[in-house]
């Protein structure tokens, strides 16, 4: 049976495609191991992670201190009980990278938000 001219086109591209299969996965590869290796020699050079973890110990405690009072979350929807947990969870992780901590205390933690953070974030209670 005859084919036509755009069935062998399209026939043949198919082939190749089929044939440059191989050196697309390998292509692939290559180019996730370059990003891979740039980024490897990025965070080599700009050691912020590190320059953090060492000055950490030699932080000097802010006298300033951070009070979230959270006796009002009895008034509050779960959505924005949920909200608050996650921000006092973005204060903390950002104030123990700080270079200058400030102090940071929770009051009236209780009701909803403390069975929220029970729920979602066990490692609450070991915060310091």
């Not at 740039?38 to 700009?46: I, W």
């Not at 006298?63 to 006796?71: E, F, Q």
């Not at 903390?92 to 200058?100: P, Q, S, V």
Request: with cysteine; aromatic share 6%.
């Amino acid at each position: 049976e005859p084919m036509s001219k755009r069935q062998r086109k399209k026939l043949l591209k198919q082939k190749q495609w089929e044939e440059q299969k191989d050196l697309r996965r390998q292509k692939r590869k290559e180019k996730r191991q370059k990003r891979k290796l740039e980024r490897q020699s990025k965070l080599d050079s700009n050691n912020e992670a590190n320059d953090r973890k060492r000055m950490r110990r030699e932080v000097v405690p802010s006298t300033l201190r951070l009070i979230v009072d959270c006796s009002f979350d009895d008034l509050m929807v779960l959505k924005d009980v949920k909200k608050l947990h996650k921000q006092i969870q973005r204060c903390y992780a950002e104030n123990r990278k700080a270079f200058h901590p400030v102090q940071f205390y929770l009051t009236s933690h209780g009701g909803q938000l403390k069975s929220n953070m029970n729920e979602n974030d066990k490692g609450w209670v070991n915060w310091k």
